[in-house]
C-alpha cells in the first residue's frame, strides 16, 4: 500500500492521496469487444521494460498555486490527482498539463480531461476503458485491475512515454508510477486511436467499445491528447 502527502491547493485546503493496490502482471495485447470481431492491436510482441533516458522539462506549475477547482473535472478527482503529481513531480518533465480519465462516468460520455493548471481549463472527450473492467458491457467500469490477462483498466498515475507508430498509426506508450499500475509498460497499456472509440459506435449502440485496459480515442481525437501530453507527462486514472 501507498499514499501521496498532502497537497497544499488554493484557498488552504490540503488532500492527500488515495493508497493504492499491489498488483502482478506481465503483458497484454488491446482489442475492441464492441459488438464485432476482435480488431487486435499489434504491440506487445516488441514490448519490454526498460529504462529511458529524462526528457527535457518542458513546464511546471508550482505547488503553491495549484487550483481548488476546473470546471468540468469533479473536484474530489481533480484533489486526487495534483495529490499524485505532486507525489510524482521528480518523475515528469511536463506539470503544466495533465490528462485525468473519471471512470464513473459512462463510457458514452467525455471523460478525459485534458487539464491545463496554467490557464486552469478543461477539454474533455471520450476514452475507452478495458472489457475487464466491464464484462456486461453495459458502459460503466466496475472494477480496476492490474493482473495480466485481467484485460482490465488500472488506476493510478501514469507517465506518457515514447511515442511509435503501430496498427493504428501513432500512439503512446505508458509507465504506471503507482503500485496499482506498475506493470502498465509490460501489459503493453498505451494511448491509441480505435475504431471502437469512434462517435458512430456511440450513436449505435449508445456506448464505446472496450479496449483491453488501454486508453483508446476517437481518430479525431488522439492527435489533441497526445500534443496536449507529450512525453514526461501525467495521466490519471481514478473513478470517485
Known amino acids: 500500500m501507498a499514499s501521496a502527502g498532502g497537497l497544499l491547493l488554493a484557498g488552504g485546503a490540503t488532500v492527500a ?5 499491489g498488483s502482478a502482471s506481465t503483458a ?26 529524462a526528457v527535457p522539462s518542458i513546464g511546471a506549475v508550482p505547488t503553491t498555486d495549484m487550483p481548488s477547482s476546473i470546471a468540468g473535472v469533479p473536484d474530489a478527482l481533480l484533489h486526487r490527482a495534483l495529490a499524485a503529481l505532486e507525489t510524482h513531480r521528480g518523475d515528469l518533465a511536463n506539470t503544466t498539463t495533465i490528462g485525468i480519465a473519471d471512470y ?8 478525459f ?21 466491464d464484462r456486461d458491457h453495459d458502459g460503466y467500469l466496475d472494477r480496476f485491475s492490474d493482473e495480466d ?5 488500472s488506476r493510478g498515475a501514469y507517465r506518457t512515454a515514447e511515442v511509435y507508430d503501430g496498427k493504428y498509426g501513432q500512439a503512446e506508450r505508458l509507465d504506471g508510477l503507482d503500485p496499482s499500475n506498475r506493470t502498465a509498460r509490460s501489459r503493453a497499456i498505451v494511448m491509441h486511436h ?6 458512430d459506435v456511440v450513436a449505435k449502440q449508445k456506448r464505446l467499445g472496450r479496449s483491453q485496459g488501454c486508453f483508446a480515442f476517437s481518430s479525431a481525437d488522439l492527435p489533441a491528447v497526445m500534443e496536449a501530453l507529450p512525453p514526461g507527462s501525467m495521466i490519471y486514472a481514478d473513478k470517485i
Not at 17 to 21: I, T
Not at 116 to 124: G, P, Y
Not at 149 to 153: H, K, L, P, Q, V
Not at 194 to 199: G, I
Open 17 to 21: 492521496a488515495f493508497p493504492v493496490e
Open 28 to 53: 497484454e495485447g488491446s482489442h475492441s469487444t464492441a459488438e464485432s470481431a476482435p480488431d487486435l492491436d499489434e504491440r506487445a510482441a516488441s514490448f519490454r521494460p526498460e529504462t529511458h533516458a
Open 104 to 111: 464513473a462516468a459512462h463510457s458514452s460520455m467525455p471523460r
Open 113 to 133: 480531461f485534458i487539464v491545463d493548471l496554467e490557464q486552469r481549463t478543461a477539454k474533455a472527450v471520450r476514452v475507452t476503458h478495458g472489457s475487464g473492467s
Open 149 to 153: 490477462g485481467s484485460n482490465a483498466t
Open 194 to 199: 480505435a475504431w471502437y472509440a469512434e462517435p
